[in-house]
């Protein structure tokens, strides 16, 4: 039953973890007679580790398994990780590149092999790392999206969605990647502020007679220019619309068209228009039916649609040529800075091509219909509220979903073409080949397809195809429990990505939702505000926070990786002036504490260890408690036996009065998704009332009172504090399970694990409004007294007696309890305060003067030093003041400086005089 002397949060978590996984606590459960909870995990990066958004995303996700588990529920946290096709594939080939290789030497077939090589060697980091924070996902069900069993309902997916119409090959415009030389999604595409310039061209009009000035950042792309815009309202241009001008260098016709897309204020009204190479110009090319010319290769050269002299060259060369051809013949009319927003892909760095390239897509407008739809109806709803207006505007606006991607790591797409290019869709190959063979065609096995599906294709079936899909037999066993789940907690930037295509994919094959609420998280930043960024130095590894970490090695850890030396500099900075000494061990139920009280509905979390190390406190705060609780309690009696009297004090009704409030708050808080607001009234119940202010009047009560009057307070002191336990498991699980385990057998529970022990569930029966009232009086005098002995400067040792006049009833039952918490000798209850030359305290229960015996001579003397001492600073300020040439010449701060000592010395000798006078 002893509990160590300090708490350690290492040794409780290496303990605790282990044991509630080997015993299956984690797993789903299926009991039809109990209802059901449960919730995706976003599925990381396989070979990613944990970063502070993860630690944060998860440690809500954990919050409510465990408090959902502890109501009864049937429970499943899904895990899972994802291929992450992209970023995992470039992790690779720079592995080759420094091993003197390249994935085309080895070709397709190797170097796949070489990934899952790599998957297998670190694809375990980030949910080893999910362990240290105390997630209790049922591992047994952990899914990987490329596994056999997500592999088989990819490929049913695309098949189905193929038959129905609904996926198709076609030429579109995409985001390129020229370096990675492939498409890539929105989400990989980072737009950044740049200094950019924008040009003003000439395009001389078909008969010779002006020119429009058309203004551009991108001069190169003019090479495929197929028309001018000009507004249909703008009078400037009106005349020109249907005529035709001459595109320089090209020495190409292309009209003048009008379209509702040009901004009139911008440069000079007009725009060239080149639809195979802007997204904006391939809308207006749509609309009116221009031709699209692509002038890039995949590596952004310039293509053989552009005229000779330009062929072969980088398109940023090809920009300094086409400037220079411009000006020598006279049609650049002017330039000047401009700042742009420069689309970048995440991975590369690369400058962003669109291209107009042949992708497999997905049609969504029906589907989108339904998903807009679902939410309209209540299905599915957003917390906070305000991002169903963004979900709807991009279901509203949605465009056909390119999913293909020119990668080898992924799921291959399922087609295989006949000769003469035609694709034909199968689950197997001998399946497309009979397909093919029905339409009068033949496939062979090595013309499939060499692109791979979009890595959100296969995670937007993680609802259904985790739940057994397609085996309708499975899927119809798991979803009466577990389909739709009940929350999906994620951030809003994978909003149009994941979430909206999770809830019309799943609509589409299951006629269900995924989710029946989308609570949509802040997104972790650093204390001020910033954005983490490891250039800048301000990220930090939760782990590190959990087990700490040295200056060198903290140092080392934040430059390792960074190309410039500016990135270096900037980032080592940051270290040294952030953490000096590194980072101390906080543990990981601090870390937790720290993350749910900080969930506020914002849409940013400042995360500031200063808060960490209050929680850590907090946890040594709660620790201490348990051990006076178990010192005063074990082998003692604590009132098991029910048919022992009891003498419950006002004390004991109020703390479980207070008790039922705060389990009240927690539970509404957790329904709602205020996670801050539940930790909250934790924090308060257990600091500000149970330890502050319960075990200290149960120490006078223990002290003091009779038998049933102990057994009483002994039992208040255990069942409430095991109560408490049980109120913050899911917030702070390890220290909440060692704790539990000494304390539950004193307070008469049994169980092998506090998570599986019943969460408080308030009723309403221990709310004791007058027990409130009493003690909340006796709060009122004890502060004032504290406040009265800081007035006169009374020593922590110095006790005093205290008087209290007009006392309230319920102070007389406490004045044990008073005189102890306000470290005074004893309480005299009075009809009136004595005629003392002593500070009074006035509150609502009573009137409170501390009696201090004082030498008047002496304290007469010392008095009369103050007032001399500060009477002659007051003087030699005066004399300052009144001098006009300091007041003139000195520095205006200086002045209001002096002016306000002035002032206040002349208040302290106002305070000493009035001393005296009461002296006499």
């Not at 195979?276 to 609309?287: E, S």
């Not at 072969?312 to 411009?326: C, S």
């Not at 709803?381 to 080898?408: A, G, V």
């Not at 934040?558 to 410039?564: A, D, E, P, R, V």
Request: glycine content about 6%; overall charge neutral; some cysteine.
């Amino acid at each position: 039953m002893e509990l160590a002397k300090s708490f350690d949060p290492h040794g409780i978590e290496s303990r605790w973890y282990p044991y509630w996984e080997s015993r299956g606590y984690f797993k789903a459960g299926f009991d039809p007679s109990r209802a059901s909870f449960s919730i995706q995990l976003p599925p990381p990066n396989v070979t990613g580790t944990l970063h502070m958004g993860h630690a944060f995303q998860q440690t809500l996700m954990d919050v409510l398994t465990r408090y959902h588990r502890m109501k009864g529920c049937n429970v499943l946290w899904q895990p899972g990780t994802d291929h992450a096709g992209i970023a995992t594939q470039m992790v690779v080939e720079r592995q080759l590149e420094a091993a003197g290789e390249s994935r085309r030497a080895l070709g397709r077939e190797e170097f796949v092999r070489r990934v899952w090589a790599w998957k297998e060697q670190s694809g375990s980091t980030i949910t080893r790392q999910m362990r240290r924070l105390g997630a209790s996902c049922d591992w047994s069900r952990e899914y990987f999206t490329m596994d056999e069993p997500r592999s088989r309902a990819v490929t049913e997916v695309f098949v189905r969605l193929f038959d129905a119409g609904l996926v198709y090959r076609g030429k579109r415009l995409v985001n390129w990647d020229p370096v990675l030389l492939t498409a890539v999604s929105d989400l990989e595409v980072e737009s950044r502020e740049e200094n950019g310039t924008l040009w003003h061209l000439r395009y001389p009009l078909e008969d010779g007679s002006s020119h429009l000035v058309v203004a551009t950042t991108r001069p190169e792309t003019m090479l495929g220019d197929t028309a001018v815009a000009v507004h249909p309202d703008d009078e400037r241009y009106r005349h020109l619309v249907g005529k035709k001008v001459r595109l320089p260098l090209a020495d190409r016709l292309i009209p003048v068209i009008a379209d509702e897309y040009v901004d009139r204020a911008f440069g000079t009204g007009c725009v060239k228009i080149t639809p195979a190479h802007d997204f904006n110009d391939y809308q207006v090319g749509l609309r009116h039916g221009l031709p699209m010319i692509g002038i890039f290769t995949g590596d952004a050269k310039v293509n053989d649609n552009a005229p000779a002299a330009y062929r072969g060259l980088d398109r940023f060369e090809a920009r300094k040529r086409v400037l220079a051809d411009l000006e020598a013949a006279g049609l650049v009319d002017g330039k000047k800075p401009h700042k742009l927003m420069q689309p970048r892909s995440q991975r590369s760095d690369a400058v962003v091509e669109p291209m107009l390239s042949d992708q497999w897509f997905v049609g969504m407008a029906g589907m989108a219909q339904a998903g807009l739809k679902a939410v309209a109806d209540g299905r599915t709803r957003f917390i906070p509220e305000e991002w169903t207006k963004i979900y709807n505007q991009w279901l509203e606006n949605i465009q056909d979903w390119c999913i293909s991607r020119q990668l080898w790591w992924g799921h291959q797409i399922p087609a295989w073409y006949a000769a003469d290019g035609t694709p034909f869709v199968g689950r197997t190959f001998e399946e497309a080949s009979a397909r093919a063979k029905a339409a009068g065609k033949e496939v062979c096995a090595d013309s499939r397809d060499e692109d791979v599906l979009d890595t959100w294709f296969s995670s937007a079936f993680v609802p259904f195809s985790t739940l057994g899909w397609p085996d309708e037999a499975a899927l119809e066993r798991e979803r009466a429990f577990y389909l739709p789940s009940s929350v999906l907690v994620t951030g809003f930037d994978i909003i149009f990505f994941w979430v909206a295509r999770m809830i019309m994919t799943t609509l589409h094959f299951t006629g269900e939702v995924p989710f029946r609420d989308v609570y949509i998280n802040a997104i972790v930043r650093d204390a001020e505000g910033q954005k983490m960024s490891k250039s800048k130095g301000n990220t930090i590894d939760p782990l590190d926070v959990i087990d700490g970490i040295s200056f060198p090695a903290l140092l080392e850890k934040s430059t390792q990786g960074l190309m410039l030396a500016a990135h270096k500099e900037a980032a080592a900075r940051r270290i040294k002036r952030d953490y000096p000494e590194g980072i101390t061990s906080y543990g990981a139920d601090a870390l937790r504490f720290t993350f749910a009280a900080l969930s506020t509905l914002g849409r940013t979390l400042n995360f500031d260890l200063k808060r960490c190390e209050g929680y850590r406190s907090f946890c040594n705060k709660l620790w201490n408690a348990t051990r006076f609780v178990l010192m005063n309690c074990e082998g003692k009696d604590t009132g098991l036996d029910e048919s022992a009297p009891l003498a419950l004090s006002t004390a004991d009704r109020w703390i479980a009065s207070r008790l039922e409030r705060a389990e009240r708050e927690v539970i509404e808080a957790l329904e709602a998704y205020r996670f801050d607001v539940a930790a909250r009234a934790v924090y308060e119940f257990v600091w500000d009332e149970y330890c502050d202010w319960y075990v200290e009047l149960a120490k006078v009560q223990i002290a003091s009172g009779d038998e049933a009057q102990q057994r009483a307070t002994r039992r208040t002191l255990i069942r409430v504090l095991e109560a408490t336990l049980r109120l913050a498991h899911p917030f702070i699980p390890f220290i909440t399970e060692e704790l539990w385990q000494k304390v539950a057998p004193l307070a008469g529970k049994a169980g092998e694990t506090v998570m599986k022990a019943p969460y408080p569930q308030p009723d309403g029966s221990k709310i004791a409004p007058n027990a409130e009232r009493d003690v909340a009086q006796v709060k009122e005098v004890v502060n004032a007294a504290r406040n009265l002995r800081s007035t006169m400067g009374l020593s922590p040792a110095a006790r005093v007696p205290l008087y209290l006049a007009d006392a309230a009833p319920a102070l007389r039952e406490h004045a044990a309890g008073i005189a102890a918490l306000a470290r005074i000798s004893e309480v005299r209850f009075v009809d009136a305060l004595p005629a003392e030359d002593a500070p009074v305290a006035l509150t609502g229960a009573a009137k409170l003067m501390l009696h201090v015996e004082i030498d008047r001579d002496a304290e007469r003397a010392r008095l009369g030093k103050d007032l001399e001492r500060h009477a002659g600073d007051a003087a030699k300020l005066a004399a300052k003041l009144s001098n006009p040439s300091f007041v003139e010449r000195a520095p205006p701060a200086v002045v209001d400086q002096d002016r306000q000592r002035l002032a206040d010395v002349e208040a302290k000798l106002a305070d000493l005089r009035a001393q005296l006078a009461r002296l006499g």
